[in-house]
């Protein structure tokens, strides 16, 4: 049966919600825009007189198809050139979900993302759902049918294998501009004193170029250890533009929730390095390169208003 403007407007009134519950549970912005159009589909093809709850059949077909899905994204991941990060998400992208918070902020950040693929897709899915959106281990129960007690029992085991001992603070874009400024005016100064002041002393350097870019293949460990890497990577060099297609201009922006280094080239978003930062001090240096996991990024970043760069054609 053909869908009615209201029933489309129904779904599109959930797109956004979808989209975050598909990001948070796949760590892709590309797959998660699938999983979303697959349950448009669903969404067509249904008996819809017979769903009491469009909002709860909808988060139900999703949940679902991306929990199936995530099977065979780890069979991909396992074989994946270099280190795996997930996709970066800019600010003003409503992929972002709620950030109300605390555990909503941190639900969506890169090291969580990344902790959470050490759960097993049923884990995933509650911890999502209940942290990120607070469903109620009831709904989450039918959703993943499941009973309520083993819910409830699933989600306090995921959240002790992603608890990341930090708290993380909201960041406004003045605050993510003091960071970024202050970060990038380290790393080129030439020297490594500068950035070893700004790291914590375990801080960690991890890129994904995903085998199109080049990146380390290990992640970088110890305050001294990533200041240099840094301090190398910082250094111009004709080499390094044409990697990226040619001068990058510099911004200032924030990824995930966390101030980010906005690498921009011909108008085309060609790098995202996130700082995560934990009690004043950067704990980790996350860079994303692979131009498959730039193209959301990219979307949101020409359609907004992003001011002048920190630095122009490096």
Known sequence: MPLSPHEVDRFEASRARLEAIAYRLLGSASE?????????????????ERIESPEAWLTKVLTNLCLNQLTSARARRETYVGQWLPEPVLEGDPMLGPAETAEQRESVSLAVLTLMERLS????GV????????????????????????????????????????????????AAHRIVTEFLAAADSGETEP?????????ISVGDGGGRIPARPRPIVG??????????LFKPADSKRALLGGPIDMYAGIANGSPALIGVVGGRVGAVMELDVADGAVAAVRSVVNP?????????????????????DW
């Open 121 to 124: 897709p049923v884990e995933r």
């Open 32 to 48: 998660a825009e699938d999983a979303v159009q697959e349950t448009f589909l669903r969404w067509q093809a249904a008996d819809r």
């Open 292 to 312: 498959d996991k730039l193209v959301r990024a990219d979307r949101i970043w020409n359609g907004a208003e992003p001011g002048e760069p920190l630095v122009r």
């Open 127 to 174: 911890y999502v759902l209940r942290e990120a959106f607070s469903y109620p281990h009831a709904e989450i129960a039918r959703i993943l049918d499941i009973t309520e007690a083993n819910c409830q029992q699933i989600y306090h085991r995921a959240k002790g294998h992603v608890a990341s001992g930090r708290t993380r603070a909201a960041v406004d874009r003045a």
């Open 223 to 232: 305050a001294t250890a990533v200041a240099k890497f840094l301090r190398g």
């Open 195 to 203: 950035l070893v002041r700004m790291l914590t002393a375990d801080a």
